[in-house]
């Protein structure tokens, strides 16, 4: 598994979602949720659901083995630059999947609160650098 990677998705990269089709060709290892109840998800508009580190609950999720060259794509479409400005941060975190299994996969996360976010992602709809839709 040196050249892939696991990661675990909870909004549109899940099966049957808009945005599934990035993860064409990518071996599904299974339905999961995450290890900790340390997270809250919300919704921004009702367009895509956000997963912040600071929370009382469980995430459900999909986890699959993707390539790692991958990540690049799946770092542009989840506003990801690894940098201080990115809309989302990427880490590796435990879930477990639906026969008890516990695997270490990547995920796409906030850390800061509701109104940074909002103020980010209008920034980047007015520079047109993303397309959410």
Known sequence: MEDTTY???YGTLLSNHRAHGYLDGCKFIGNATTKDSRY???SYNGHFPMVFTEGTYKIKGEIYEIPKYLLSDLDYYEGYNGTQSSLYKRDYFEYLLENGDKVEALMYYQTENKDNIKSKINILEENRTY???
């Open 40 to 42: 809250n998800m919300e």
């Open 131 to 133: 397309k959410w839709r």
């Open 7 to 9: 990661l675990f998705v």
